[in-house]
Nanobody, 125 residues
Framework: DVQLQASGGGLVQAGGSLRLSCVSY????????IGWFRQAPGKGREAVAC????????YYADSVKGRFTIARGDGKNTMYLQMNSLVPEDTAVYFC??????????????????WGPGTLVTVSS
């Protein structure tokens, strides 16, 4: 079975940083698309950052460009989301997700086959 586990969430003051980790079990991320999504209270799930393990391309939502970085760990089954200069609007549950092949619709949650349970990030003002 494929499992994803995200961790690293917590409470941080505005301007602070957090690093989220996503570990995969049951797959090796070769040729996969990996996405970090978030869902704030009362809002829909949105893509934050996406990464292609095929060619190393990364994509970011406009709201996080220049502040967040998606990166692969030394092992092939770990991905990170480094979040800097956090603002209260970043408060949400963050999820990692993956699918076997890259898609031009990488920003759509419905395109991803596997999801982790989410980790809560709270940014206080």
């Amino acid at each position: 079975d494929v499992q994803l586990q995200a961790s690293g969430g917590g409470l941080v003051q505005a301007g602070g940083s957090l690093r989220l980790s996503c570990v995969s079990y049951g797959i090796i991320w070769d040729g996969y698309a990996i996405g970090w999504f978030r869902q704030a209270p009362g809002k829909g799930r949105e893509a934050v950052a996406c990464f292609s393990t095929g060619d190393g391309s990364s994509y970011y939502a406009d709201s996080v460009k220049g502040r967040f970085t998606i990166a692969r760990g030394d092992g092939k089954n770990t991905m990170y989301l480094q979040m800097n200069s956090l603002v209260p609007e970043d408060t949400a549950v963050y999820f990692c997700a993956t699918r076997p092949r890259w898609t031009t619709n990488y920003y759509r949650p419905s395109e991803y086959n596997y999801w982790g349970p989410g980790t809560l990030v709270t940014v206080s003002s």
